[in-house]
DNA sequence: CGAGTTTGATTTAACGATAAATCAGAGTAA
DNA sequence: TTACTCTGATTTATCGTTAAATCAAACTCG
C-alpha cells in the first residue's frame, strides 16, 4: 500500500522493463506497443500488488484531458448550494458524471466579470464547465465560451442560444399552473416571484402577465411582487398582499420557496389554503411535499437536468457532438396538483 | 483571451526573457530569483493582457500540490447528496475551502473497500480529502489514512479516533431533547432511527435507551423503531407505533427527517401535535422550521461543521497542525424548542 | 541467402511549471 | 590589479505520464 508513490518507473524497475511498457500494459489498447502475454501478466500483477494508480496531474498535463467537470454556481453571499434546487442539479451532474467516468470539481472562486475572473477559469483543471443558472447580468457563459472551454448551461440567460445545455420551457410551466387555478374557478390571481436576475425569472413574470391579460383578467395594484429574495423577511410584503382590500384567492409563487413563504404568510394572516387561498410553486423541490397542506406545484426534473447536462458537456468534450450541432434540450415542466388548490371560494361582494 | 493556451514559454517569448523569469515574477515572492524592477512590469503586463492563467496539471505535477480538497459522501443508490444534511455540510465544506484557497472536487468513484477503491483515490488529483458521515462497516478511513492522504472525518465511525474531524457530542444532544420531554411531563417516549449503519445513530439509539433506565421509564414492546429507512414507504410502521394499545405521548426521531414522516403519521392517525403527541427530532435541517407544526429539535451547526472540517484538513496539508496534535473537534448539539412539543396530555386510564 | 515482415520492446521528446544551481557583468574593496 | 559581492537573470533537471518514432532480434519468403 506504501504511501501512494507509486509510480510506472517503481513498478518498471521491479518488472525489468522500460516505463513505457508499463504504461502499455496499464493502458489496455490505447497504445500502440505490444507486448508480451508473459511480460504483461507481470507488470499487471505488480502494478496490482503496488496498488498503483496512475498520477491524475502527470497524465492531466500529458493527455491535456483531465477526466473532470467543472460546476459553477452563482454565489449568494458566501454561500453556494444552500437551496434544494441547486443540491438537486448537482446531485444529478454527480450521477450523470460518474456513469461518464468523470469526477466533479466545485471552483471556489467566485464569477466576477470575464476580466476579473476568465484566467482563473482557464487553468486547465477541468475538461469543460456546467454552468447553473447564471444571472442575466453576468458575462459568464460568453466569458467561458470565449476562453474555449466546452460548456453545458443549465436554465441559461440567452434564449436559443448556441451554447449546449438544458433550459425549461417556462411558458408551459407557468401556463399548465394558471390554467388549473382557472379551472377552479380563480380569477384574482396573484404572483410572487425573486428579483428577476434570472432568465427564467423575469420569464415566468411575463408569461403570467401575457396570460392575465389573455384571459382577460385584471391584475390590480399590489397583486405582483416580483422583487422578493429568499433570506430577507418576506412575511410583512406577503401579508400585506393577503390583506388586499380585494384579496387575491390564488397565489402563484415563480419558484417552492416563496410558495411556502406565502403558505406561512395565509396561516398568520388566518387564511386557510386551500379552502380560502390557493397557492401554487414552482420547481417541485424536495419540500413541496412536506408542506401542510402539501404543494401544488410545477414540478421540474431537476436530478434528470443535471444528469442531461452531465451527459451533454461529456458528448461535447468527447467529440461526439458535432454532428449533431448545438445541443439544447427544452424541459417541459409537469404540474403536480397536491393539496394547496382547491375550487375558489364564493365572492363575498 | 485566445483559447487558454498561454503558457508561461509564450509570455517569456513574446517579453523577451526565459520561462523562469516569468515564473519568478507571476509568482512573487515564493521564488529567490530577483527581476529588475523593469522586467517585472513589463512581464506583468503581458501576463494581464495575455490572460495567463497556470495551468493547474502542470504546477500540481510539479509542485506536488494541487489545492484541491476531496470530497467523499456514502453513495445511496444513485445519488450522494440527496439529502439537507448533506447538502449544508457540503456548503460550509466550499464555503471553509473557499477562503483558504482551495478547491473542491467530488469523487464519483465509488469507496468499495481497501482493496477495490484504495488506488482510484490514491491518484494525487487532491491534497486531502474530507469524508463525511462514514458508515461504520466501511474500511474508507483507515484505508485513506494507510493511503497517507490527509484526512478530516465528519461524524466519523471511530469514536475518539486519531483522526482529525468533527464529531457529534450525540450524549449531550439527545440528554437535551429527553429531558426537554421530561419536563414536559412525558414518560411515555419512544424512539424511531434510522439504520444503525453510522456510529452517530447507534449511539443516539443507546444513550436513549441508557436514559430511559436511568429514570426508570418503561420502554414497552414496540416503543422503539431503530432500523427504518426514508425513502422506503415507513408510514405503516409509524402508525403501528402511533396506534399501539398504550401509545408514546412523545418520539423522539434521531433526525429531521424521520421526524417529518412521525408528523406525517401522526396526521393520518388523527393525533394532534404537539397537543396529543409531541415530536422531536435531530440535525435542525433546513426543513425543520417548514413543517406544520415547526418542529422541535437538536440543533446541528452543519454549515459550521462543514467549515471547521475543511479548515481542520487546510491546517494538516499545510502542516500548521503538527504541534496541536489530532485536532478532533467535538460538536455540542443545541436544543430548538418550537411548536411540535407540548406538555404531556394527561394519562386517560 | 539477402530482403522484408512481424514481434516485443526501447528511446526520445514532449506536456507546463518550478526548485535549485549556475552564470555574466557591474560595482566595490583591498 | 585581483578578489569579492551584488544584481539580474539563465540553465538544467525534474515532477509522472504518454505519443511517436526507433530498434533489435526472430521469422518468413522468393
Sequence with gaps: MKNGKVTLGEIARQAGTSTMTVSAVLNGSRSNTRVADETRKRIEKLAAELNYSPNAMARGLRRQRTDTIGVLFTWAGSRTIHNLYSMTVLDGIVAGAATAGYHILLYTQRWESVAASAAAFADQRTDGMIVVAPLESSDVVAGLTELGIPLAVISSSVKDSCVPGVNIDNDTGMTLGLDHLAALGHTQIAYVGPTPERRSMRERHDVYLRWMAEHELPVPEGYVLADLNIGESLQPDLERLLRLPEPPTAVFAANDDLAVE?????????????????VVGFDDVLVASLTTPKLTTIRLPLYEMGQQAAQLLVARIEGRSESEGPSVQIISPELIVRDSTAAAPAVHS
Design 262 to 278: 406565502v403558505l406561512e404568510a395565509a396561516r398568520t394572516v388566518g387564511l386557510s389554503v386551500p379552502e380560502q387561498l390557493s
